[in-house]
T-cell receptor
């Protein structure tokens, strides 16, 4: 059974600070890792994906992957109130068209 | 650019009634297509995926079925809805690659 674990939160971060979101996964064969942002009542929006150990930066967002520890994280720098949302971690086994396995998400609140 | 449509946006149905949700993708050919369900307090659950016309893989045994009559059309159906079928139904597409998937706006289904 493939599992993806996230702290449900809420995680409260002051505006302008760094928000750190974490995720662990159970399947060592997982190949690709994704972060989605989901606003209340809306569908998930892909923010970033990573498949190599280390860091990947895109604007204010940095994804970090440690396959040995089966750990993925997302850092949001200079947090803005518009970043308040639920962040979903998802994992792909690398089996071509297979679906993603999602965590339940972390609810992030950026306090002005 | 690619766009994905789902309809209806919201639906309220009585227990035992049939269901048909439709998803279409524009701007791409031969996408992989997926149906997920997001129930209250739960993560996204993969229901079905399809790699081509008429090809359906089921991930969870249930009273739902899926069909792909055209390359860019994916349909989710049920003959008799259960209360437990309530949730947010999301269609997604992918071209493979690292497995990144892009979601449609979703259909919110309430079964009474």
């Amino acid at each position: 059974q493939k599992e993806v674990e996230q702290n449900s939160g809420p995680l409260s971060v002051p505006e302008g600070a760094i928000a750190s979101l974490n995720c662990t996964y159970s399947d060592r064969g997982s190949q690709s890792f994704f972060w989605y942002r989901q606003y209340s009542g809306k569908s998930p929006e892909l923010i970033m994906f990573i498949y190599s150990n280390g860091d990947k930066e895109d604007g204010r967002f940095t994804a970090q992957l440690n396959k040995a520890s089966q750990y993925v994280s997302l850092l949001i720098r200079d947090s803005q109130p518009s970043d308040s949302a639920t962040y979903l971690c998802a994992v792909h086994s690398g089996g071509g068209a297979d679906g993603l396995t999602f965590g339940k998400g972390t609810h992030l609140i950026i306090q002005p | 650019s690619q766009t994905i449509h789902q309809w209806p946006a919201t639906l309220v149905q009585p227990v035992g009634s049939p269901l048909s949700l439709e998803c279409t993708v524009e701007g791409t050919s031969n996408p992989n297509l997926y149906w997920y369900r997001q129930a209250a307090g739960r993560g996204l659950q993969l229901l079905f995926y399809s790699v081509g016309i008429g090809q359906i893989s089921s991930e969870v045994p249930q009273n739902l079925s899926a069909s792909r009559p055209q390359d860019r059309q994916f349909i989710l159906s049920s003959k008799k809805l259960l209360l437990s079928d309530s949730g947010f139904y999301l269609c997604a597409w992918s071209l493979g690659g690292a497995g990144e998937q892009f979601f449609g706006p979703g259909t919110r289904l309430t079964v009474l």
